[in-house]
């Protein structure tokens, strides 16, 4: 101890009096930096104010119930909520055709092919696994109740003639349009409806029933499939040019940076847009008390299949492929959550996730790029759990028995139209009709689903964008190897030659194989020189 005392004086003296550390005890007992505070609300300021915007809409919405607002009270209400709407929905397109081609075109068409296989497997398992979740919880909590009626006078039309075959062939008919212009604000869908005679009678004079036939016409909306599968394959030939192709890749890198600029400055109006949206919905609604207390059993249900998925089923997946903590990344998502659940749309919540993903989370923008625009058209996780537990709600309020058959049909279908519904508010909603119809449901009691629509959609929404980021994860884990090789090969493809030309070998006078360094030519030559000058 005596030793080290002398050590550490002899250091004191050696440093001089300048650098012998604090010089009174009011220094070392200098008051806690909060700064590890302020710091956290800095980088987390949008995320606070989020949060703020939609504790502020639910106090706004149940505040104002009681007075009984006039239509014209609540258009003014809901209409800054409608503008940051269409600010988000605005981006959308521009944001897909851009993030895909850039992020297809970096990639070759081979490694391009292997990502999508990933892709598409990653998201039918897990929607058949949600479609599963659902129809254990629905038959074990019961949600069902023989005596629930419907007291809301709503009137739905029934379409029990759109079967999941007619579906499935829209899938295709959307995934190859015939005209790309019109594919950027229409999609095919199949309906039915009277052949067009000339010379036709009207069939109900008769008392007989219409014969309806199929025909395919166009609804407004994108159809963000068409664009997804035409950017794909645009982007992945375009990145087979070489240099030809360099200057169209960087045009529309260019376009996403200035879409994602743009994303920034509308972020700053979400907390007024949010809180607008909430209020609005909650305002809207007839009567919350009676909704709820008739209804909860359903909500609950949806409510623990969705926050078991995502506190379980999704953080197992993540640990298991990446051996990382996954609540971390669940929390590094919190923002483009709060997005989703108050928009009720995943595309509406991309350019947030965007930034999530490839700002603090440090994910490649190469797989974002080339799955999220697919997974918010494609991968409906909350659909999926939704549509299995509102059938089986249907069938257990009308008393009908689902024996396995029933059940597997119910989970076949669910899964199915959940890959065909578009990322658009309340879309599940029509596709609950197709599943009803595998299993000769009733359709008319889908009515009281509407009721309660506005906050289950808001909750099985945040599956679906969860599902997209932690696909993008565990693909990116999967397509390491793939993207160091692509890495290696623009590297290679930027060197003279394909060979590195370091100045270590320059000043070394090291010769390569076909490539003969400029300092052993030098020694050549003077060699040569030295040679003459003799003779």
Same mark, same amino acid.
């Given at each position: 101890m005596e030793k080290s005392g002398r050590f550490s004086e002899y250091l004191f003296v050696k440093m001089g009096p300048g650098d012998r550390g604090p010089k009174t005890t009011e220094d070392r007992s200098a008051p806690i930096d909060h700064s590890g505070v302020k710091k956290w609300l800095l980088d987390n300021t949008m995320l606070v104010v989020t949060l703020a915007g939609v504790i502020t809409g639910i106090a706004i919405g149940? !505040?104002?119930r009681p007075y009984h607002l006039g239509p014209d009270a609540l258009m003014i209400i809901s209409y800054p909520g409608e503008l940051f709407m269409r600010l988000l929905k605005l981006m959308i397109l521009p944001l897909i055709i851009a993030s895909l081609i850039a992020g297809s075109a970096s990639l070759n068409a081979k490694m391009s092919g292997k990502i999508a296989v990933r892709t598409l497997l990653y998201f039918i398992l897990t929607s058949m696994f949600n479609a599963f979740l659902g129809i254990l919880l629905s038959v074990m909590i019961h949600p069902g109740k023989p005596e629930l009626k419907d007291d809301f006078g709503m009137a739905f039309e029934n379409k029990r003639d759109h079967s999941i075959l007619d579906s499935l062939l829209d899938i295709g008919r959307n995934i190859f349009p015939d005209n790309i212009v019109q594919a950027a604000f229409q999609q095919a869908h199949t309906v039915y409806a009277e052949p067009k005679t000339l010379f036709a009678k009207n069939a109900t004079e008769n008392g007989t029933e219409p014969v309806l036939v199929r025909d395919i016409s166009y609804r407004s909306g994108t159809n963000t499939l068409g664009l997804v599968f035409f950017c794909l394959v645009f982007g992945s030939l375009l990145g087979?040019? !070489?240099?030809?192709g360099?200057? &169209?890749i960087d045009f529309f890198q260019a376009i996403f940076e200035v879409i994602m600029k743009m994303v920034t400055g509308v972020m700053w109006?979400?907390?007024? !847009?949010?809180?607008s949206v909430i209020a609005g919905k909650i305002l809207g609604v007839s009567n919350v008390g009676q909704v709820m207390s008739q209804l909860a059993w359903f909500i609950a249900t949806v409510a623990v299949g969705v926050f078991l998925y995502q506190l379980i089923v999704m953080q197992l997946i993540y640990f298991i492929f990446l051996r990382r903590n996954p609540y971390k990344f669940y929390w590094g998502l919190s923002q483009a959550m709060l997005t989703a659940s108050a928009t009720a749309s995943t595309a509406a919540a991309l350019p947030v996730t965007f930034r999530a993903m490839e700002g603090p989370l440090n994910i490649d923008s190469r797989i974002t790029r080339f799955v999220l625009p697919i997974g918010c058209n494609i991968n409906m996780d909350g659909t999926a759990l939704f549509l299995a537990v509102a059938s089986v709600f249907v069938c257990q309020m009308n008393n009908l028995h689902l024996g396995f058959a029933q059940?597997?049909?119910i989970f076949l279908t669910s899964t199915a139209a959940s890959v065909s519904s578009a990322s658009v508010p309340s879309a599940a909603? &029509?596709?609950?009709? &197709?599943?009803?119809?595998?299993v000769d449901a009733p359709t008319h009691d889908v009515s009281l689903l509407f009721a309660v629509d506005w906050l289950v959609d808001r909750i099985r929404t945040t599956n679906n964008m969860l599902g997209d980021c932690y696909a993008a994860a565990v693909v990116e884990k999967l397509s390491k190897n793939e993207l160091m090789a692509c890495d290696a090969a623009s590297m290679d493809q930027s060197l003279p030659n394909g060979l590195p030309t370091s100045n270590t070998e320059l000043e070394i006078g090291i010769v390569t194989p076909g490539n003969k360094s400029i300092a052993s030519d030098d020694v050549i030559i003077d060699m040569h020189l030295h040679n003459t000058n003799r003779l």
């Open positions: 149940f !505040g104002l087979t040019l !070489g240099p030809k360099k200057v &169209v109006f979400t907390p007024v !847009g949010v809180s059940l597997a049909t909603m &029509v596709l609950l009709l &197709v599943v009803l119809a595998a």
